[in-house]
């Protein structure tokens, strides 16, 4: 009877021991889970954090995006309207932004008019002016109008001042008014509007630029600028001035301001960016002004 009693005691220790291995194992398996988990949940905060460091999580992904574009062309209708021409779209990014460029009209009414366009306040219309000259756009075209505001109107192949290409664009550089200016005089000392020499674009309406550009053959103010600048003349003012100073007549609406004698643009180019460059002064002489962006 002894001897039974002590084998039953030893298979009963040895079941006990077992069961205290099997739980002491499945002890250490759930703190290496443990572990290895709380290991995988700081990387994933650390992870999650540089992510969030680097602006992985910005709210507005587009927007970052669009910061990219330098200019925005909007598309226009040329079935609506049939004075445009479709040469295509000028790029949107990696477009200069610094400096000049250099554009030359040569006329029919003698030496080339040349002028800088400036990269830092109009770069979007210098990006324009160079993409239309690069398709021939300006060749052979004529200079419709002689504005009452005093400067020579080009750039409308049409020659009905509807017509540029298949987008338009925004205002850039709008010149400022003195808020205290009730009138278009302007106060003493107080540079024009427009000087002499300025290059400036226009539409209509306005703030959809297109191609069409003015050239002033003398100083102009308004208290209502429209125009907005985008170079100066650096040579050939004479030329503008000349035919400036052409007899105008009826251009088929009932306004005069049509030049008796064609004014046509045989060639327009535009080189390439001189960054860094400072913008030309007018060509009156005077500094050219510093207006701010509209």
């Given amino acids: 009877m002894a001897s039974s009693r002590d084998r039953q005691r030893k298979l009963a220790r040895a079941k006990l021991d077992r069961q205290l291995a099997r739980r002491a194992a499945s002890t250490r398996r759930r703190r290496q889970i443990q572990a290895g988990v709380g290991a995988a949940l700081i990387l994933v905060l650390v992870v999650a954090g540089s992510a969030w460091a680097l602006g992985a999580f910005d709210s ?3 927007q970052n995006t669009a910061a990219e574009d330098t200019c925005l062309w909007t598309p226009q209708d040329a079935t609506a309207n049939t004075n445009l021409k479709d040469v295509g ?5 990696d477009l ?3 400096g000049t460029r250099a554009m030359t009209v040569t006329t029919n009414q003698g030496g080339p008019i040349t002028a800088e366009l400036n990269l830092t306040n109009s770069p979007c219309a210098a990006a324009s002016i160079a993409h239309l000259a690069s398709r021939s756009f300006y060749d052979n075209t004529k200079c419709h109008e002689i504005t009452a505001e005093g400067a020579l109107r080009c750039g409308d192949p049409s020659g009905t001042g509807l017509g540029g290409p298949t987008y338009s664009f925004y205002d850039e550089e709008l010149p400022t008014v ?3 200016s009730p009138s278009a005089s302007p106060a003493p000392g107080q540079p024009p509007t427009y000087p002499k020499g300025t290059v400036a674009m226009i539409s209509n309406p306005p703030g959809s630029n297109g191609s069409q550009f ?3 053959f003398k100083d102009f103010t308004t208290a209502d600028p429209k125009f907005p ?3 100066r003349v650096t040579g050939g003012l004479d030329v503008v001035e000349k035919i400036g100073a052409l007899p105008t007549v009826d251009n088929g609406t009932g306004a005069k301001v049509k030049p008796s004698t064609d004014v046509t643009i045989q060639s ?3 080189g390439e960016p001189v960054t860094g460059a400072a913008p030309a002064p007018s060509a009156s002489g005077t500094p050219a002004s510093s207006p701010s962006a509209g």
């Fill in 60 to 62: 507005d992904p587009k």
């Fill in 89 to 93: 779209t000028p790029a949107t990014k």
């Fill in 96 to 98: 200069p932004t610094d």
């Fill in 178 to 180: 003195p808020s205290a």
């Fill in 214 to 216: 003015l050239i002033f």
């Fill in 229 to 231: 600048v985008i170079g």
């Fill in 268 to 270: 327009l180019t535009v």
